[in-house]
Structure formats: C-alpha cells, structure tokens
C-alpha cells in the first residue's frame, strides 16, 4: 500500500473551513483514499473516501488532484466536536488492512 | 444506523491469564478484523477474518492469540496468556466486502496487570 503523509498538527477557528491535506506519490491506479478521524481513544471514524473523482458526504468533502498524488479532506464549518485525529489512508481494493499512519491532530477553537 | 458493539469496554486481567474479547459486527458484514493501539501510539491491524478462517494476520498476532466466529453474530479476540504489552485498546472492525468500507467498534480497554 502506498504511504501517505500528513502535517502532525493543524488548528482551525469554529465555524470556518477545516482544510487537512495528505500526500500519497507513490498511490496506484487501483488504490483508494480513505479518511478515518479518531477522537479521543474512541475508535476511528469513517468519513469519506474517493478513487479519483471528488466526493462530498453529509460529513466531508474529499478533493483528489488530477495526477491523484494528493489530496484534501474538507470540513466545511468545523465545530468543537471535530477536534480529533484524521487519518488519511490509502488502501487496494480486495486488500484487508488499513495501514495508520500517525495522522494530523486537528484542533478546533473558539 | 447499524454500528459495531464491543463488550466489555474495559477489562483488567492479570498476567497469564486467558481473556475474551467480544465483538458484534454489524448485521449483513462478512468481512471481521481486530486491531489494536498501545495507548499514545498508532492503530495497528492485528487480523482479518472471513468465511471462518484467517484470510491475513500481522506479525503481531502470534499463537498467543486466537479469532472465532462461535455463532452467526458474535466475532472473538482470544488472548492465551497475557502479558504486560497487551495492555491496549482492542478494536473490531466490519466490512460487507474486503472493498468496502470497514466500520470500526468503540473498543475494549485492556490492562494486564
């Protein structure tokens, strides 16, 4: 599975945009992009995942360049509740595990 | 919305000692996995299970630890005997496919003490 890479820590005022980008060179034609978010040590989350096409859910947007080296997870109007921990993760369909990285803490303040 | 339970959420065993952890997947998922995380480091797959066998196993889990399927709802983590490392967080997780979206359980906190 490709590696991805992550900033360790982002903040975000409440109420704006939460904007948390991932590098994923190495990704292959067949490799999805999942994102998780953990808060606290509760366990992770589902949010949103995409092949090559942008994706919006209730909870997300997820931004996917062209070339699919990268990618962006987008909370629109972040609140307090998504203080946590967003993993972004790349992983080949028929494949079983998700490989965690130590992903970006978002801290969302007032 | 269906969701992935776990019992208990805590546990404190002593060292050697076998424990069971529990898990109810989510109705319709025939894909099961356990992972786990040492309290302030990284999730890490420990097992995937389907159609009652291992389909993949990290390094992790060795013959000290055991998965069943004992009926058509409950998915188990067996811990032979215990050691201080085990002491984590356990977490089960269900996909309806090994392509879909694998939704994780709250988790069971382990301490060996």
């Known amino acids: 599975d490709a590696k991805t890479t992550q900033p360790p820590s982002m903040d975000c005022a409440e109420g704006r945009a939460a904007n948390l980008p991932c590098n994923h060179s190495t990704i292959s034609g067949n490799e999805y992009v999942y994102w998780y978010r953990q808060i606290h040590s509760q366990g992770p989350q589902y949010i949103i995942h995409g092949l090559k096409n942008n994706e919006t859910n209730e909870m997300a947007s997820l931004i996917i360049t062209e070339d699919r080296k990268s990618s962006t997870l987008i909370l629109p109007h972040a609140t307090l509740r998504d203080t946590a921990v967003y993993y972004c993760?790349?992983?080949?369909?028929?494949?079983?595990?998700?490989?965690f990285g130590a992903g970006t803490r978002l801290a969302v303040h007032p | 919305e269906p969701e992935v339970t776990q019992t208990p959420s805590h546990q404190v065993t002593q060292m050697g000692q076998e424990v069971i952890l529990r898990c109810v997947p989510i109705?319709?998922?025939?894909?099961f996995y356990w992972y786990r995380q040492i309290l302030g480091q990284k999730v890490e797959f420990l097992v995937s299970f389907y159609n009652n066998e291992i389909s993949e196993k990290s390094e992790i889990f060795d013959d000290q630890f055991s998965v069943e399927r004992p009926d058509g709802s409950n998915f188990t983590l067996k811990i032979r005997s215990t050691k201080l490392e085990d002491s984590a967080m356990y977490f089960c997780?269900?996909?309806?496919?090994?392509?879909?979206?694998?939704?994780f359980g709250p988790g069971t906190r382990l301490l060996v003490l």
């Open positions: 993760i790349v992983k080949r369909g028929g494949y079983n595990k998700l490989i």
């Open positions: 997780a269900s996909s309806w496919t090994s392509q879909e979206t694998q939704y």
């Open positions: 109705s319709n998922h025939l894909y």
